[in-house]
């Protein structure tokens, strides 16, 4: 048989006839009552999600203006260490007092864009502090107080920017 003997075939065969199942105006209604409340339904997420995204965004931005320095004042701490460095090996003269200005009107131009130095005390706090090494406790320094600061921390804001580089005493 060939393919056009088989397309003739099909073409005489009667299609079957589909059932048409009609609705009462009841069955209906019911049913555009359903697809209207599952649309009620749909917008409602939609509507909220919309509400969530712009909350969202709108924290983000806040987020972003309140931290935009973040990065700078990260990038100008090192400017600030090689001054402190420089105080430590100069001899007292007007260069030392040129350097000591230079060092506080940057402190001060930090300060107001948020920066603080961590205050170090004599308790570890390890959520501003990093050890970078320890030594044995004793009595004049306990298990987990402070013994020195290598090296200042910074706080941005309320993130910490830097922490203070300490040595700890340890059991």
Same mark, same amino acid.
């Given at each position: ?7 003739? =075939?099909?073409?005489?065969?009667p299609?079957? =006839?589909?059932?048409?199942? +009609? ?16 649309a +009620?339904?749909e917008i ?9 995204l ?6 983000d ?7 935009? $320095?973040?990065?700078?004042? #990260? ?12 105080l430590e090996a100069? =001899?007292? $003269?007007?260069?030392?007092? $040129?350097?000591?200005l230079?060092?506080? #009107? ?11 130095e961590?205050?170090?005390?004599? +308790?570890f ?5 990093e050890?970078l ?6 009595d004049?320094?306990p298990d987990g107080?402070v ?5 200042a $921390? ?18």
């Amino acid at each position: 048989m060939s393919e056009e003997e088989s397309a003739e =075939e099909q073409a005489e065969e009667p299609a079957p =006839e589909e059932e048409v199942i +009609e609705l009462t105006i009841e069955e209906q209604l019911a049913e555009a009552i359903a697809r209207a409340e599952k649309a +009620e339904a749909e917008i409602t997420y939609r509507d909220a999600d919309l509400v969530n995204l712009r909350r969202r965004t709108a924290t983000d931005k806040i987020e972003l203006l309140k931290f935009a $320095g973040f990065n700078l004042a #990260n990038r100008i701490l090192p400017v600030l260490d090689s001054l402190d460095k420089a105080l430590e090996a100069a =001899e007292e $003269g007007p260069m030392t007092d $040129g350097v000591r200005l230079t060092r506080e #009107n940057l402190i001060q131009a930090l300060q107001t864009e948020g920066l603080t130095e961590i205050e170090v005390g004599s +308790e570890f706090d390890p959520t501003t502090m990093e050890a970078l090494s320890t030594l044995p406790a004793s009595d004049e320094h306990p298990d987990g107080t402070v013994i020195d600061t290598l090296e200042a $921390g910074w706080m941005y804001k309320d993130r910490v920017l830097r922490p203070a580089r300490v040595v700890v005493a340890k059991e």
